[in-house]
């Protein structure tokens, strides 16, 4: 197997392995590790269909963390992808209305973010121990609200881990507040803060930046990693499920070998989206990569004009895991259509930090042709729930809903019947106030867990153990700051 080596986005120059790239999450010179090359699927589709998901996505991962061994990546993924999981599939696909829901949501927080931090936790202390890393790894954590319960899940009290969590303080649903601030676990702290996401973001990249903290913290043995999308770490594990979900279809003759599919992605920060891309550049037979945004369509606006421009009202949403400004995982993609130029993306990326804009070539924009852009409004979105719900009985949450009408817009337009897979990224039961609004605004005079009963019996589905645990947990992070204060809070609980 052909070794993948990793190097910034911005020209650092230092080639790492996948497990020291995956340690340090971030490049010194605040750039993203991309792998030197995609590596291409090394089994048929037809083989790969009569794998479980285990198996599968050892078969995936292998190919970008070649310095891990096979004994560790498959331990690695016999600990994530387990009984934490509320079905043997890990990846369910529903069919409903037309499109294929890739439902990315059983698992301990029941969000899609557990698909990866599931695995990061165990590839990231593998790697400290394959490494020789004597010191604790302190995991910084920038959140919309559904990472950040997930890297709490993962990382709680995993030896030789602590874990804080940057979260804004009044941009997330009541019930991922409530999951976050309940979070067990000596090792872990929680912190509102006085902002938006992308305040929080941007902190966490100041304070990852921040060489005179990184040696004072040195110095006491700590040492920082990300959790968040940015980390290569997160991305690959991403990769499998889109394997997964075709390879599901060629399995129950729904699509034939070599097949398109269109892909279509709730978008926030581009994770998800471009992982699709990675499986697409793999040699996975997809056709249109469909970027779906909501109100704050940043992204849309950029497969547009080729123009992104974050100086923009911020939109507070009822999707607020998509409501971002700076989608950090686009530098991945803007290094690929720059024809892997470290100093052109470098140069972007400066612009974007100066001015809150750039612009790509016509050239670079060919490189965009796999991608579809478009967007939900509020009432779209809300339409979009409860049109599923009246016609199929099958309930969605707000960040599928803006894929899922995006998709049918598109269809629409463009007279394309590929088979879609949906990425669903959310358990309706994590935004239950606005799915039951959406359904009905009579909803709205009850209380959430009210609501939560009401929904399960509308889906006849059963209360996700994520929720019951979350009814009666008592509140154990109650923390705040402002975004300047964010390096003293950190500095606080090393002490
Ligand atoms: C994080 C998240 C998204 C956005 O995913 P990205 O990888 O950041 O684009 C969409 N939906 C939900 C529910 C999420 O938690």
């Given at each position: 197997m052909?070794?993948v ?5 911005r020209?650092?120059g230092?080639k ?11 490049a ?5 590790f991309v ?5 291409s699927l ?6 790969l269909?009569e794998?479980?998901y ?10 970008f963390?070649?310095d891990?061994?096979?004994?560790e ?17 890990i ?6 209305c037309?499109?294929?829901?890739l439902?990315l ?5 029941i969000?899609f973010k557990?698909?990866?931090?599931s ?8 790697a400290?121990?394959?490494n020789?890393l ?7 954590t ?6 950040g ?6 990382f709680?009290?995993?030896?030789g ?21 309940t979070?067990r ?6 912190v509102?803060?006085?902002g938006n996401?992308?305040d929080?973001?941007t902190?966490?990249k100041?304070?990852?930046g ?8 040195d110095?006491?043995g700590f040492?920082f990693s990300s ?9 690959v594990?991403?990769v ?16 034939k070998d ?13 994770g ?6 990675y499986?697409?550049?793999m ?19 950029f497969f547009?004009s ?11 949403t009822?999707?607020p895991?998509?409501?971002i400004?700076?989608?950090?995982n ?17 140069q ?10 750039y612009t ?10 796999d ?12 339409d979009?729930?409860?049109k599923i719900?009246?016609k ?5 949450d707000?960040?599928?809903a803006?894929a899922?009408?995006?998709c ?5 337009k463009t ?5 879609v ?7 309706p039961y994590?935004?239950?106030r606005?799915v039951?609004n959406a ?5 709205d005079?009850?209380?959430d867990f009210e609501?939560i ?5 509308l ?8 929720i ?10 109650k923390t ?6 964010m390096k ?8």
């Open positions: 052909k070794e080596t990793y190097s910034s986005t020209g650092e230092v790492y392995t996948a497990s020291m790239a995956v340690l340090k999450g971030l010194s010179d605040g750039g993203l792998p030197d090359h995609i590596p090394d089994k048929t589709l037809a083989e269909a794998m479980d285990q198996n599968l996505a050892y078969e995936v991962m292998k190919l963390l070649t891990y061994t096979e004994d990546l498959r331990g690695c993924i016999a600990r994530a992808y387990d009984s934490k999981f509320d079905t043997p599939e990846a369910p696909l529903s069919e409903s037309g499109s294929y829901y439902e949501w059983h698992g301990a927080t969000a557990d698909m990866a931090l695995l990061l936790p165990h590839l990231m202390t593998t400290a121990k394959k020789g004597q010191k604790e790894i302190v995991i910084l920038a959140t919309s609200g559904d990472t319960k997930a890297a709490l899940a993962g709680a009290d995993v030896p881990t602590r874990i804080v969590v940057f979260y804004p303080k009044s941009g997330v649903s009541p019930i991922q507040e409530k999951q976050m601030v979070q676990g000596d090792n872990t702290l929680v509102g803060i006085h996401f992308d929080a973001q902190g966490v100041k304070i990852f921040d060489t005179e903290f990184a040696k004072e913290l110095e006491k040492v959790a968040n999308s940015i980390n290569i770490g997160r991305l594990p991403q499998c499920y889109y394997v997964y979900a075709y390879t599901r279809l060629l399995k129950e003759g729904r699509i070599g097949e398109l599919i269109n892909v279509c992605v709730p978008t926030g920060n581009f998800n989206i471009l992982a699709a891309f499986a697409k550049l040699g996975l037979p997809v056709g249109k990569l469909i970027c779906a945004s909501n109100t704050n369509k940043v992204l849309f606006d547009e080729g123009t992104y421009d974050r100086n923009r009202e911020f939109h507070v009822t999707s895991s998509m409501d400004l700076i989608s950090s686009l530098e991945r993609l803007i290094y690929f259509i720059a024809g892997n130029s470290s100093d052109r993306c470098a972007l990326m400066g612009e974007l930090s100066g001015n809150g804009n790509i070539t016509d050239e670079e924009k060919k490189g965009l042709a991608f579809y852009g478009g967007y939900a409004d509020e009432k779209e979105t809300a979009q729930i409860k719900y009246e199929s009985g099958y309930v969605i707000t960040h599928t803006v899922s009408y995006v049918d817009k598109y269809k629409e007279g394309d019947d590929t088979p897979v949906i990425a669903s990224t959310a358990s994590k935004f239950t606005s039951m359904i009905d605004p009579e909803y005079k009850k209380t609501l009963d009401d929904l399960a019996k889906s006849n589905t059963t209360v996700p153990q994520a019951e645990d979350i009814r009666s947990a008592p509140v154990l992070h705040e700051c402002d975004v300047n204060e003293s809070v950190i500095a606080g609980f090393l002490k």
